[in-house]
C-alpha cells in the first residue's frame, strides 16, 4: 500500500481469492502463517472498499466470502470468525500512511453496511455454541469461542462515530450504537445470552465476555425510550447482581479479589451507571448497593492487597455515581444508600488503614507514593464521604483519636520501635488524606451548620496533629505525612479561606487561627523541607493573598536570606539542578510582595538588599578572580531573579526590577556565561532570566539593550553524544531563539535607528541566530518540540518584519531556511504547522512584490540583496512549487486542523506558479474517469474564480475568507475521496493518482512571473 504504482484491481481481486482459496485448502497451517494471510485479506478489502468492477463494490461482499467457511469443519469456522474479526479491526483502526479522511469515509461505509450483520451473524453462532455440547477441552473448540468473543467485542469497541478514543485511559465512555441496531439491544435474549455464557464456560473465557458486557452497559441512552430503558436496566442489574452473589466467583481462583471475574465484574457494574443512575428505581438502588458491598469488604485488601487496586477504582467511580445522584432522586420509596453509603466509605478506610501494616512488612508497593492515584481516589471518596455525613464524620474522629494517641505514647516511650512509629505515621497519613478529601467534598448549597461543625471537629484534630509533628522535626520528619497535611490545607483553603466563601460559616469563625496555621505550615516547612522540591512546591503554591499582612509572613519579606532558610544557601555536595525551588519560592514571595508595593521604592529596594549584597559578592570574586563558590552563588540569584521577574506584572514593578539590574548587573551575567559557556547547569538559568526579562508583556516603550550574551560573540561547544544534545546544546539555543523572538517582538524600539547611528547590535544579533541555526541538523528542529516551537516563532518574525536581512543571506542558508519550511508544513504539532505557514505567506509576498517591481520601468533599481535572492529562487524554483504540493496535498487529504492557516500562503503560490498548478490540475483531471473529468476541472476553475493577480488584503480576503476558494477545494475533496480515492494513498508518500500527479511529474524549470522580467 505504500508503493509509488499500486496494483490494478484485477490483480488485487485475484490476492484475495487466492488467499481465501488458500485457506480453505490448507486449514492446518501454522497459526502465524494464518495470521498473516488473514491480515492480507483485510488490508486489502479495507483499501479496496470503494472500487468498483462493473458497477459492483468487489470487496465487499465479505460475509459471503466467509459463508463456506462457517459451513464446514471447526478449523474451517475458526478461519472464517477470525476473518470478520481481524477485518472489524483493521478499518476500526486509522492508519497514519494513510488520509484521516479516507479512513473514516472507509468505516462509516463499513458500519453501515456490514457492521451490524456481522455482529448479528457472532450472537447467532454464540448461541448456536451455548446451546451444543461443546467440548472446551477439544483446542479447536476452545479457540472457536475464543474467536467469536474475540469477533463480538470487536463489533460492540467499533468507533461508530469517529470520536478515536483514548484506549489507554480508563475513563468509561458511551458507545454510540446506531439507532439501527435497537432491535438487537431491546431482545433481552442479547444481554441474557452473555450473563449464561459468564456461569457456564471456563474462567479462562470471562474477562472476554464480561468485556462485552461493560460495552453493552455502556450504550448511549438515547437509544431506548423511558419505559425501554427502565426494563434494560432491570435485566442489567439483576445479571450483575447474579455475578457478584454466585459462589462461582472465586471457585476456581482463591479469593474473588484475585480472580479475573471478579476483577473485570468492577467496570461492568460501574460502566453501566453511565445509562443514569438516577434513572434505577429504589429497589434496582437498593439491590444493586447491597450487592456491590460484597466487593469492596474489608476481608479482601487485607488478605489481597496487592489485587485490590484492580477493583476499587470501578467500584469508587460507582458509589460516586449513586450518591451524586441523591439530590435529584424524587422517587417517594427510600433508595437505601442512607444504609449502604457509610458502609462503603467505612470499608475503605478501614482498609487503606490495616493495609499499611502489611504493606511495611512484606516490602509491598506503597499506593502512597503514587500521588495521581491516590488523589484519584479521595476525589471520588469525597462525594460518597459527604453522603450521610454525620456517620462519616463519628468514623473518622474515632479512628483518628485512636491513631493519635498510639502515636503519641510511641513517641513518649523510650523502648517503640521504628516499625510500629512508621504503622502510625503510614495510619495518620491516610487519615488525614481522607480528611481533607471530605472537606473538599463540602457543596455551599447542600451543607449546613451541623454539618460545617463536624468539619471544625475534623480540621481541630489535624491542626493538633500538625503541632505534635512540628515540634519533632528538628528530629526526624515524615515526607509522606508531610504532603497529607499540604493535601489537607489545600482543601481547607479552598472551602473555608476562599474570599467566595460565605463568611456566615461557623467555622470562618476563627478565621485568625486559621490563616496563623497556614503562616506557621509556610514557614516551618521552607525552614526545615526546604530542600525537598515536593513539599516545597506545594508548600509555595498555597500562598494566600490575606497572609500579606501577618507578621511573620513580613518578616519572610525582609528576611529571606540562607540564615533562616537554610535552602538559599550554599550547599558544595548538592547539584545546581536542585536550587530549581528558589524559583518558585521568589515567585510566591514577588507575589505577595506585590499586593502592597505600588510604586514604593523603598519597599522594594529593602526586599532587595539580600539579593543586592549577593550580586555585590559576585562582583568581588569576578574582580579578584576567585572562582571558589561565585557559580553557585550566581546560579541560585538568577534563579531567584527569574521567580521575581515573573511575579512582577505591572509595569511599574518590573521597570524598578529592570532599573535595578540593568546596566549595574548586566555585565556580571555576560561575564558568567563567557566563564562558564559549557557547563548548562549555569548557562541555562541566566538564558531563562534574560528571555523572562524580554518579554514585553506591559507595552513597555524601551530599548532593553539587548545582551551581549548574544552580541559579542558565539561559544560552541564540541562534539556531544547524542543522549546529552539538548541538555547540552539545543536547550540553551532554544532559549536564545526565544529571547531573541521576544526581543524583536516586543515593540521596545524602531529598529531602523540602529542603521541610522551605526549600532551593529542588531545585525550582531541576526548573524549570531544564523551561526546558531547551521549548528542544528534539520531532523533535529522537528525531534524536540521546546526547539521547534521556538524556533520557528522566531522565524516568523524575522520573516514578517526583516525580510530584507533574509533575502541578504547566502543560498546555503536561504535553502536551509526555505527546507525547515517545508518540512515543518507536515509536522504534528499545530503551532509549528501554523507558524511555517505564516513564514511561507511573508515569503511568497515578499517575492511576488519583488518580482512584480523587477516587470515595471523604475527609475530606482531593486536593492541589491532582493535582486540576489531573486536570483536564488530562480535557480531553486523546485522548493517552491516543492511547498505548493504539500499545501495542497494537506488541505485536500488530511484531517488538516488550520485550514485557515494553510490557505493563507496558498494564493501567492499559485500566482507564483501558475504554469505548474496549471499542469498539476491536468495531471490530476486526467488521472479521473473520464465521465468525472468535466466536473472536477470545474472545480479547479472555482478555486481561482473571480480573484485577481495580487496580493493586496483585499484580493486575499476575497479568496480565502469567501467560500470560493473552499467550495473548490471541497469540490474536489468530494470527487477525490469517491470511488477514485481508494486508488490515492497518502499524498506525504507521492502514491496513487495525486501522489503521481504531484510528486511523479517533476518540478518546472522556470517561474511564469520570472519570464514577465523579460
Known amino acids: 500500500s505504500r508503493t509509488n504504482n499500486p496494483l490494478p484491481l484485477e490483480q488485487r481481486v485475484d490476492i484475495r481469492n487466492y488467499v481465501l482459496n488458500y485457506l480453505a485448502t490448507r486449514p492446518k497451517l501454522a497459526t502465524f502463517v494464518t495470521q498473516a494471510l488473514i491480515q492480507l485479506y483485510a488490508r486489502i478489502t479495507k483499501l479496496g472498499w470503494f472500487d468498483c ?99 463480538t467485542h470487536n463489533c460492540l469497541n467499533f468507533d461508530f462515530i469517529g470520536t478515536s478514543t ?11 450504537i446506531p439507532t439501527s441496531w435497537r432491535s438487537a439491544f431491546l431482545d433481552s435474549s442479547t444481554l441474557q445470552l452473555f450473563f449464561d455464557l459468564y456461569h457456564s ?18 450504550v448511549r441512552r438515547s437509544l431506548f425510550n423511558n419505559a425501554e430503558r427502565a426494563k434494560f436496566l432491570s435485566h442489567l442489574v439483576d445479571g450483575v447482581k447474579r455475578i457478584l452473589e454466585n459462589p462461582q466467583v472465586s471457585a476456581a481462583g482463591g479469593s474473588g479479589a484475585s480472580h479475573p471475574k471478579k476483577s473485570f465484574s468492577c467496570p461492568s457494574i460501574s460502566s453501566q451507571n453511565t445509562l443514569s443512575t438516577s434513572r434505577l428505581d429504589p429497589r434496582q438502588r437498593g439491590e444493586l448497593g447491597s450487592v456491590v458491598l460484597l466487593v469492596p469488604s474489608p476481608p479482601v485488601p487485607r488478605e489481597h492487597w496487592e489485587f485490590a487496586p484492580n477493583s476499587v477504582h470501578y467500584l469508587l467511580s460507582l458509589w460516586q ?114 480528611i481533607g478529601a471530605v472537606i473538599g467534598g463540602r457543596v455551599s448549597f447542600a451543607s449546613t451548620d451541623e454539618q460545617d461543625a463536624m468539619d471544625g471537629e ?11 509533628t512540628d515540634s519533632r522535626l528538628a528530629q526526624a520528619g515524615n515526607e509522606k505525612l508531610e504532603l497529607a497535611m499540604l493535601s489537607f490545607f489545600e482543601q481547607f483553603r479552598k472551602i473555608y479561606i476562599g474570599d467566595q466563601v460565605q463568611k456566615s460559616s461557623k467555622v470562618r469563625a476563627w478565621p485568625a487561627q486559621q490563616l496563623e496555621q497556614l503562616e506557621q505550615l509556610h514557614i516551618t516547612n521552607l525552614k526545615y523541607w526546604g530542600r525537598c522540591e515536593p513539599i516545597t512546591s506545594k508548600t509555595l503554591q498555597l500562598s494566600v493573598r490575606k497572609l500579606v499582612k501577618l507578621s511573620a509572613v513580613q518578616f519572610m519579606l525582609n528576611n529571606h536570606t540562607s540564615e533562616h532558610f537554610s535552602f538559599l544557601g550554599i550547599n558544595n555536595q548538592s547539584n545546581l539542578t536542585d536550587m530549581r525551588c528558589r524559583t518558585t519560592f521568589y515567585t510566591a514571595l514577588g507575589r505577595l510582595l506585590m499586593v502592597d508595593l505600588g510604586e514604593d521604592e523603598d519597599q522594594y529596594e529593602q526586599f532587595m538588599l539580600p539579593l543586592t549584597a549577593a550580586f555585590e559578592t559576585v562582583a568581588q570574586m569576578f574582580s579578584t578572580n576567585s572562582f571558589n563558590e561565585q557559580e553557585r552563588t550566581l546560579v541560585g540569584l538568577v534563579r531567584d531573579l527569574r521567580g521575581i521577574a515573573f511575579a512582577f506584572n505591572a509595569k511599574s514593578s518590573f521597570m524598578m526590577l529592570f532599573e535595578w539590574i540593568y ?47 548574544l552580541r559579542n560573540r558565539i561559544l560552541t561547544l564540541g562534539e556531544v553524544p547524542k543522549d546529552q544534545v539538548y541538555a547540552l546544546k539545543l536547550k540553551g539555543i532554544s532559549i536564545c531563539f526565544s529571547m531573541l523572538k521576544a526581543a524583536l517582538s516586543g515593540s521596545y524600539v524602531n529598529f531602523g535607528v540602529f542603521r541610522l ?21 534539520h531532523s533535529d528542529l522537528l525531534d524536540y518540540p521546546k526547539l521547534s516551537q521556538s524556533y520557528y516563532s522566531l522565524l516568523e518574525v524575522l520573516t514578517q518584519d526583516h525580510m530584507n536581512f533574509i533575502a541578504s543571506l547566502e543560498p546555503h542558508v536561504i535553502m536551509y531556511i526555505l527546507s525547515s519550511i517545508s518540512e515543518g508544513l507536515t509536522a504534528l504539532d499545530t503551532m509549528v504547522c501554523t507558524g511555517c505557514c505564516s513564514c511561507l505567506d511573508h515569503i511568497v509576498t515578499y517575492l511576488f512584490k519583488q518580482l512584480s517591481r523587477s516587470t ?75 465521465e468525472k473529468q468535466q466536473a472536477m476541472h470545474l472545480c479547479f476553475e472555482n478555486l481561482m474564480e473571480g480573484i485577481e493577480r495580487n496580493l493586496l488584503t483585499k484580493n486575499r480576503d476575497r479568496c480565502v475568507g469567501s467560500g470560493d476558494l473552499w467550495d473548490g477545494i471541497y469540490g474536489i475533496m468530494g470527487f477525490m475521496g469517491s470511488a477514485a480515492l481508494s486508488a490515492t494513498c497518502s499524498p506525504r508518500t507521492g502514491t496513487g493518482a495525486w501522489g503521481q500527479g504531484i510528486y511523479g511529474m517533476g518540478f518546472m524549470g522556470s517561474w511564469d512571473l520570472w519570464d514577465l522580467r523579460h
Open 53 to 151: 468492477q462493473k458497477d459492483e463494490y468487489v470487496f465487499r461482499n465479505v460475509i459471503n466470502d466467509v459463508t463456506r467457511f462457517l459451513q464446514d469443519s471447526v478449523e474451517h469456522c475458526i478461519i472464517g470468525v477470525t476473518i470478520l474479526s481481524q477485518l472489524t479491526n483493521e478499518i476500526n483502526q486509522a492508519d497514519t500512511s494513510h488520509p484521516l479522511t479516507k479512513h473514516r469515509k472507509i468505516a462509516s461505509s463499513f458500519r453501515d453496511s456490514s457492521l451490524f450483520d456481522i455482529f448479528t451473524l457472532s450472537c447467532s453462532l454464540l448461541k448456536q455454541v451455548w446451546g451444543s455440547n461443546l467440548n472446551l477441552n477439544d483446542e479447536s473448540q476452545h479457540g472457536l469461542l475464543m474467536q467469536l468473543l474475540k469477533l
Open 201 to 218: 464456560i471456563p474462567p479462562s473465557f470471562s474477562p472476554l465476555v464480561l468485556s462485552c458486557l461493560v460495552q453493552i452497559a455502556s
Open 321 to 434: 455515581r449513586l450518591a451524586a445522584s441523591v439530590p435529584y432522586v424524587k422517587a417517594t420509596e427510600p433508595h437505601m444508600l442512607e444504609t449502604y453509603t457509610p458502609e462503603v466509605t467505612k470499608a475503605y478506610i478501614t482498609s487503606r488503614l490495616e493495609s499499611v501494616h502489611i504493606i511495611l512488612r512484606d516490602g509491598l508497593e506503597d499506593p502512597l507514593e503514587d500521588t495521581g492515584l491516590v488523589q484519584q481516589q479521595l476525589d471520588q471518596l469525597s462525594t460518597i464521604g459527604r453522603c450521610e455525613y454525620e456517620k462519616t464524620c463519628a468514623l473518622l474522629v474515632q479512628l483518628f483519636d485512636q491513631a493519635a494517641q498510639s502515636y503519641q505514647e510511641l513517641l513518649q516511650s523510650a523502648s517503640a520501635s521504628p516499625m510500629d512509629l512508621a504503622v502510625q505515621e503510614g495510619r495518620l497519613t491516610w487519615l488525614v488524606y481522607i
Open 856 to 930: 515595471k520601468k523604475r527609475s530606482t533599481p531593486l536593492a541589491q540583496e532582493s535582486d540576489r535572492f531573486l536570483h536564488i529562487m530562480q535557480q531553486h524554483p523546485e522548493m517552491i512549487q516543492q511547498m505548493l504540493s504539500t499545501v495542497l496535498n494537506i488541505i485536500i487529504f488530511e484531517d488538516c486542523r488550520n485550514q485557515w492557516s494553510m490557505s493563507r500562503p496558498l494564493l501567492g503560490l499559485i500566482l507564483l506558479n501558475e504554469k505548474y498548478f496549471s499542469d498539476l490540475r491536468n495531471s490530476i483531471v486526467n488521472s479521473q474517469p473520464p
Open 757 to 777: 547611528y551605526g549600532d551593529d547590535a542588531l545585525d550582531n544579533a541576526l548573524q549570531t541566530f544564523i551561526k546558531l541555526l547551521l549548528s542544528i541538523p
Open 166 to 176: 483514548d484506549e489507554s485511559s480508563d475513563d468509561l465512555c458511551t458507545v454510540q
Open 458 to 468: 475534623l480540621v481541630c484534630r489535624v491542626l493538633q496533629l500538625m503541632n505534635l
Open 663 to 709: 546596566p549595574s548587573y548586566m555585565p556580571i551575567l555576560q561575564r558568567a556565561i563567557e566563564l562558564w559557556y559549557h557547563d548548562p547547569a549555569c548557562t541555562t538559568p541566566v538564558l531563562k532570566l534574560m528571555a523572562e526579562l524580554v518579554h514585553n508583556r506591559w507595552g513597555i516603550p524601551k530599548n532593553l539593550g539587548f545582551p551581549g550574551i
